[in-house]
């Protein structure tokens, strides 16, 4: 265990870099490196913040603001009426969903000093990453059905199959590929980045949240396994049966946030044995 704060594990973003863990709230980011105490910088970072390769990125008084990841004063990027739900970001790209109070979604960006709208989706907007400069979303078509789609600047979005049931909470990504949870059918799915090729990449696991680096990481009650196509489920890491609220991975580590009771979290990471 690296840190323990008394708020909630469900609403911090966790975000994992070459050089450190970082744990975003609403006040402070919280940088853990190996071996090295937790270094703490107080920003008001409200909810939905994310990381891009060297700042943060944020919404706070009236706009969106960058901060450099390794401490520093922030700077105003462009303005933005209300907050986002939530930011995402990729190396030194971000983008926004911004969720109007008529209900209406849209994935956002800035180009040139202005807010620019990179899709309004007619359905509700459940999950939102970045690849590269694709935005990938998963949207739910309010028939019983959903489908992930991609859009970039100045493109026409693109889209994959339409699928029943329950629409996946996060999209992920590793090695050029998307990567999802898909929980009606207990198996994590990869998708081609055009969105045309899909398959089960590991059947008859719980992997719910997800993280893929070098393999699927998967928080369950149990703790934290390690799964692939090649190998049955790990456990990495019990964890007495709370909750594991996020997960985070890269080729060297695996990070995650565990409900340790009524407002408390803990993160723990643990090194990637290749």
Request: proline residues 6%.
């Amino acid at each position: 265990m690296l840190l323990t704060l008394p708020i909630s594990a469900y609403h911090p973003t966790l975000s994992i870099a070459e050089d450190a863990v970082y744990l975003l709230t609403e006040s402070a980011a919280y940088r853990v490196a190996p071996g090295a105490e937790p270094q703490v910088f107080h920003l008001d970072l409200g909810q939905g913040a994310a990381l891009t390769q060297n700042e943060f990125v944020f919404w706070s008084d009236g706009a969106v603001y960058l901060a450099p990841k390794l401490g520093g004063s922030r700077e105003r990027v462009v303005a933005l009426a209300h907050r986002p739900q939530y930011f995402v970001a990729a190396e030194d790209r971000f983008a926004w969903l911004d969720h109007s109070e008529d209900g209406k979604f849209a994935i956002q960006t800035v180009d040139g000093g202005k807010v620019r709208t990179l899709l309004a989706p007619a359905g509700q907007v459940v999950a939102l990453t970045l690849m590269q400069d694709w935005a990938f979303f998963v949207e739910e078509l309010g028939t019983g059905a959903w489908r992930i789609g991609g859009v970039r600047q100045t493109n026409q979005p693109v889209y994959g199959a339409e699928h029943s049931g329950r629409p996946p909470s996060m999209l992920t990504f590793a090695h050029d590929e998307l990567y999802y949870y898909d929980g009606p059918r207990s198996q994590i799915s990869e998708l081609s980045p055009d969105l045309q090729h899909e398959r089960a990449w590991v059947k008859d696991v719980i992997c719910s949240p997800i993280a893929v680096s070098v393999a699927a990481y998967c928080g369950s009650v149990e703790g934290v396994f390690a799964v692939s196509e090649q190998a049955a489920p790990k456990l990495l890491e019990p964890n007495g049966g709370s909750m594991i609220a996020a997960i985070v991975a890269n080729d060297a580590r695996v990070a995650w946030l565990r409900d340790a009771g009524p407002d408390k979290l803990a993160l723990e990471t643990l090194a990637i044995v290749h």
